[in-house]
């Protein structure tokens, strides 16, 4: 369940392989005792406790796949990106954020996280490039926005080691499925990664990872193309957005609730077709369909 990094510095496996609704992360052994992230699920709090009390969650991003496990810990300092921390304990600023607000009267986000939206608050907010000092172990804040505005990760200098959260080199590939979510931010962050060129790398949900590296960054930022391929592709004759939906272009498939899923299926669709729309690729037609332009 945890597997020691450096001296100081402890991986936390989540449970189902930190696949959602739960999340790998960090646990920092040092005279301030931190979890980066929190969601990894109750089987994983007694290995956690014999660290000794954490005073610190830092979440890398308001997703309840990461936070939901605050909770937890009621007695640990919440610190994060100060554009990620007004989602992290309103209702209406996480469904603002998200965008489904355009959805929320057929969803119950309390059915899915009973409690996500305690009374609570970000003690601290965090920005790119702050060192921030435990006592025997510094991480550097590394801002990655794309998946969301304040979506952080960690870097460790001494070892190389790259915490990069939701940037997770999954064969999904990036997901950018939230309101506020941005694309071409993502991309910058995804290349920011490889900028690092970390020894080893450390992601939320794909886990440790330290053999081809720049490789599989290389890899992960394509799909994005790949994404605008299949999208062009399937506009070869005009198409709704609905009938878009409907060809799962991006997911595949829709997981449960399929609301949920399919909404932001739609939402990452839209965001490609601005792209390939501001690229002069596709137009967006007075009836509400869309066409490539060639």
Not at 45 to 74: C, K, S
Not at 255 to 266: H, V
Request: glycine share 6%; proline share 4%; aromatic share 10%.
């Amino acid at each position: 369940m945890l597997i020691k990094l450096t001296e100081k510095l402890y991986f936390i496996a989540g449970e189902r392989k930190g696949m959602f609704p739960f999340c790998h992360g960090l646990l920092v052994n040092a005279d301030i005792k931190v979890l980066i992230d929190s969601s990894f699920g109750r089987s994983r709090l007694e290995p956690i406790q014999a660290f000794g009390n954490v005073d610190v969650i830092i979440n890398t991003h308001y997703h309840p796949d990461h936070t939901y496990g605050n909770r937890l810990f009621p007695n640990a300092k919440i610190w994060a990106h100060h554009l990620d921390a007004p989602a992290l304990f309103s209702r209406e600023v996480f469904l603002t954020y998200t965008g489904l607000n355009r959805i929320e009267n057929r969803i119950s986000l309390e059915d899915q996280f009973p409690g996500r939206f305690a009374k609570r608050h970000v003690a601290r907010v965090l920005s790119d490039g702050e060192l921030l000092d435990f006592g025997g172990i510094s991480l550097q804040v590394v801002h990655l926005p794309g998946h969301t505005p304040g979506h952080i990760g960690f870097y460790q200098s001494d070892e190389g080691i790259l915490f990069s959260s939701d940037i997770d080199l999954s064969p999904f590939g990036p997901w950018y499925g939230n309101a506020r979510s941005d694309l071409e931010d993502f991309i910058v962050s995804i290349r920011k990664v490889a900028n690092f060129n970390p020894r080893v790398l450390v992601t939320s949900h794909t886990g440790i990872i330290v053999d081809r590296i720049p490789e599989r960054v290389k890899v992960y930022e394509e799909i994005i193309e790949k994404r605008d391929e299949r999208i062009l592709n399937a506009l070869s004759a005009e198409k709704s957005m609905t009938e878009l939906v409907n060809m799962k272009l991006i997911s595949k498939r829709f997981s449960e609730p399929e609301e949920i899923a399919r909404f932001f299926e739609q939402v990452m669709l839209e965001k490609h077709l601005e792209r390939l729309i501001s690229q002069g690729k596709v137009v967006s037609k007075a009836n509400g369909y869309y066409k490539v332009c060639f």
